[in-house]
């Protein structure tokens, strides 16, 4: 593990702290949400032109893994979303519901990074992108109406829109880019001097975008805190239920450390952007739903970046074993 990839945590605590500072000291007004999208469509760019883009159709034939990530994500996950609402949050329909739609919700955007941060296989992570978002959406109000007792339609503008943003873009760019250096012959120059450094860009760009959502949603995170003490118990509890399955699972497919860092991250990392431009609109008289899906990400990165340095030192012990034997 090298000194970046051990300092990672440490410039996303930065990068947190700082936001909640400039949140609180900054008067003028600044177009947040607006510099987090552009920040997370850079950062997906950047991890998509790291992956050659026919690797990623090739993945896509790799049903073990899409299986058993589409498993855990829309029948273990929402199993266990009841249950740790039920648990924690009984007396409070809002936040229960709130914890449902974060969880059942696969990442359509952070786990990425992360999955670069911690080694793993991209292109195989990347394939699962699209199935992710589409079948979220398509099974969210039937999760509501099941668990909840609230069923609600999706808007397909939502669909199409996260859609766009979150892969088409980042992939065609990302596409048209290498199609360029191909057409230049200047592969050997990109691979040796340009993607070596992607690394650095992506962890500025998420410390940034980091530093932008706490801005942006800092204050509600201190003046809210006996609610985060509420979500934090049933969230640490998810994570840790869901690392140790995948781990197991993935262990008992056999699939190689990337593949399991992969497996790890896409099922991990929840999507509350998507969850909350759905409350927003479905809930508009519940705010604790949409409060709840704006304070999840900011317990939520801390732990996935903590994840990412988790599965480093596991690949380091499993080397040393390996070469000790």
Not at 5 to 19: H, N, R, T, V
Not at 122 to 137: C, D, H, M, T, V
Not at 145 to 159: K, P, R, Y
Not at 193 to 218: D, E, W
């Amino acid at each position: 593990m090298s000194i970046f990839e051990k300092l990672q945590p440490l410039f996303i605590l930065l990068a947190i702290m700082a936001g909640l500072i400039l949140g609180e000291l900054t008067t003028i007004a600044l177009p947040l949400e607006q510099i987090i999208l552009a920040l997370l469509l850079s950062l997906i760019y950047s991890i998509f032109l790291q992956i050659p883009i026919k690797e990623i159709g090739q993945a896509f034939k790799n049903i073990t893994f899409t299986g058993t990530s589409l498993a855990i994500n829309f029948i273990v996950t929402p199993l266990l979303a009841f249950t740790l609402g039920y648990l924690f949050l009984l007396d409070s329909l809002e936040l229960r519901i709130g914890l449902l739609m974060l969880l059942v919700t696969p990442c359509t955007d952070w786990y990425l990074l992360f999955t670069a941060l911690a080694r793993g296989n991209l292109a195989l992570a990347a394939s699962i992108l699209p199935l992710n978002l589409i079948l979220q959406l398509l099974l969210l109000p039937f999760y509501l109406l099941l668990f909840v007792g609230e069923l609600q339609a999706i808007d397909s503008a939502i669909l199409l829109q996260n859609i766009l943003l979150t892969l088409l873009l980042p992939l065609i760019g990302a596409f048209l880019t290498q199609k360029v250096i191909a057409s230049l012959k200047k592969q050997e120059w990109f691979a040796e001097t340009i993607k070596p450094k992607l690394g650095y860009s992506q962890l500025a760009l998420l410390a940034l975008a980091v530093l932008a959502m706490f801005m942006h949603q800092g204050n509600l995170l201190l003046e809210n805190y006996a609610l985060i003490l509420q979500l934090l118990w049933p969230l640490l509890l998810f994570f840790v239920i869901i690392f140790l399955l995948g781990q197991v699972v993935g262990k008992a497919m056999k699939f190689s450390y990337p593949d399991r860092v992969s497996l790890n991250m896409t099922t991990l990392a929840r999507n509350s952007p998507v969850a909350l431009a759905i409350a927003l609109t479905a809930f508009a008289d519940m705010p604790l739903i949409a409060l709840t899906l704006v304070i999840a990400p900011l317990i939520e990165i801390p732990v996935l970046a903590a994840v990412s340095q988790v599965l480093l030192w596991m690949k380091k012990k499993e080397e040393s074993a390996y070469y000790q034997e």
